[in-house]
């Protein structure tokens, strides 16, 4: 039988959980562009800054978080703010469990509710299975950039998805 799950907004005192589920894929994969891990200190000021039409969730499973997702502003420029990014990251012994996908679900449920009028997904193009789980949630390819990121001596194309709530 599968464990419980509760999505929850996040607190501060998840932050050093979502840091390690982070930052393993800060130094081991291309799913991130960011190359250096976050401290402890930049993850505490990144949810401060979220909340409100910007929420931080986690995914808890027997007390422990388990994944995270984030919706942040796409640009800062104040034309863009009904126009929000994805982010999501399940911990790496719990992926393909269904997370990643009751996460996305729950952030647009959020965004619906919050009043904003699109989400928008910038996917390394590699990560098929995160291609997969948007278009699985209603995103469409909207651009594509090619060799847009450098990281492990390898050029990156980056899919832009969107889905308009
Ligand atoms: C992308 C990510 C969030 C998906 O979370 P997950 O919990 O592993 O995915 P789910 O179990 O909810 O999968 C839902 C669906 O997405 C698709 N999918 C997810 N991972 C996949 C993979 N590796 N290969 C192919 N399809 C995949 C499938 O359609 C899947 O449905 P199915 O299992 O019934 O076939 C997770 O792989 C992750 O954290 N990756 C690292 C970070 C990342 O890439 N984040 C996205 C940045 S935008």
Not at 47 to 76: D, I, K, T, Y
Not at 77 to 103: C, H, K, N, P
Not at 130 to 136: D, I, W
Request: hydrophobic share 40%.
């Amino acid at each position: 039988m599968a464990e419980p799950l509760a999505i929850r907004p996040a607190r501060v005192d998840d932050c050093s959980a979502i840091n390690d589920i982070y930052n393993h894929y800060v130094l081991c994969d291309t799913c991130t562009y960011q190359t250096e891990p976050d401290s402890l200190e930049e993850r505490e000021a990144w949810l401060l800054g979220h909340g409100g039409p910007h929420p931080v969730l986690v995914a808890e499973q027997r007390g422990q978080v388990v994944g995270w997702g984030a919706l942040s502003p796409f640009h800062p420029r104040a034309a863009y703010q009904a126009s929000v990014e994805d982010s999501l990251y399940v911990r790496r012994d719990r992926l393909r469990a269904g997370l990643g996908r009751a996460l996305l679900t729950a952030l647009l449920e959020q965004a619906r509710a919050l009043g904003h009028h699109t989400v928008i997904a910038l996917i390394s193009a590699e990560k098929s299975g995160s291609v997969a789980l948007h278009a699985e949630l209603g995103f469409e390819r909207a651009g594509y950039l090619r060799q847009a990121g450098y990281k492990f001596e390898t050029w990156l194309d980056v899919v832009f998805m969107q889905l308009m709530l």
